[in-house]
T-cell receptor, first 112, second 119 residues
Framework: SQKIEQNSEALNIQEGKTATLTCNYT??????LQWYRQDPGRGPVFLLL?????KEKRKERLKVTFDTTLKQSLFHITASQPADSATYLC???????????FGSGTRLLVRP | DADVTQTPRNRITKTGKRIMLECSQT?????MYWYRQDPGLGLRLIYY???????NKGEISDGYSVSRQAQAKFSLSLESAIPNQTALYFC??????????????????FGPGTRLTVL
């Protein structure tokens, strides 16, 4: 069966460290993968997109990698800040579909 | 003003009642979506629409119906609410209709959500 897995346990890190979140998938061949941020009680907000033929994408303190062989994406936040505390969702888009399939998200807590 | 708005923001209702959740957008997008979010289950797609005449079921459409009144408006109805429909509901929009042949990344823009409680 098709699955998208994100670590359900919260990631708790010290301010200034790099946070690394994982998104694994099985039985999908996504055209691209997106990462969203969600704050409590609010809708997800788009952060970054990476295509199947791209290895890495950066935006300011954010970096996303995409390994289609391992079927895994890593999402990094460098020099993390308490304001980065939120839930981060990954989402896959199949080439033949106009829908996104979302993971359940990982909560990040950055301690001051 | 927000690009994607949802009303109401919170609603408490009783089992068996009919409920309508409304979504409006000013982004000019053709595609609109309704999701529900439950703790630990992530976002699950209920219905999606590519224009007023193109409406499709998502993975969990049973017990729900939708209406696309205009390009900018997409409503979700619970004909007879039940307690396991208690959840956070999100509307989202993305790009042009696929038939336009315009490449789109399907980045979705979400509304603020409606918290629905069915007693």
């Amino acid at each position: 069966s098709q699955k998208i897995e994100q670590n359900s346990e919260a990631l708790n890190i010290q301010e200034g460290k790099t946070a690394t979140l994982t998104c694994n998938y099985t039985n999908y061949s996504p055209a691209y993968l997106q990462w969203y941020r969600q704050d409590p009680g609010r809708g997800p907000v788009f952060l970054l997109l990476i295509r199947e033929n791209e290895k890495e994408k950066r935006k300011e303190r954010l970096k996303v990698t995409f390994d289609t062989t391992l079927k895994q994406s890593l999402f990094h936040i460098t020099a993390s800040q308490p304001a980065d505390s939120a839930t981060y969702l990954c989402a896959l888009r199949m080439d033949s579909s106009y829908k996104l399939i979302f993971g359940s998200g990982t909560r990040l807590l950055v301690r001051p | 003003d927000a690009d994607v708005t949802q009303t109401p923001r919170n609603r408490i209702t009783k089992t068996g009642k009919r409920i309508m959740l409304e979504c409006s957008q000013t982004k000019g997008h053709d595609r609109m979506y309704w999701y529900r979010q439950d703790p630990g289950l992530g976002l699950r797609l209920i219905y999606y629409s590519f224009d007023v005449k193109d409406i499709n079921k998502g993975e969990i459409s049973d017990g729900y119906s939708v209406s696309r009144q205009a390009q900018a408006k997409f409503s979700l109805s619970l004909e007879s609410a039940i307690p396991n429909q208690t959840a956070l509901y999100f509307c989202a929009t993305s790009g042009p209709h696929p038939k336009q042949g315009i490449t789109s990344t399907d980045t979705q823009y979400f509304g603020p959500g409606t918290r629905l409680t069915v007693l």
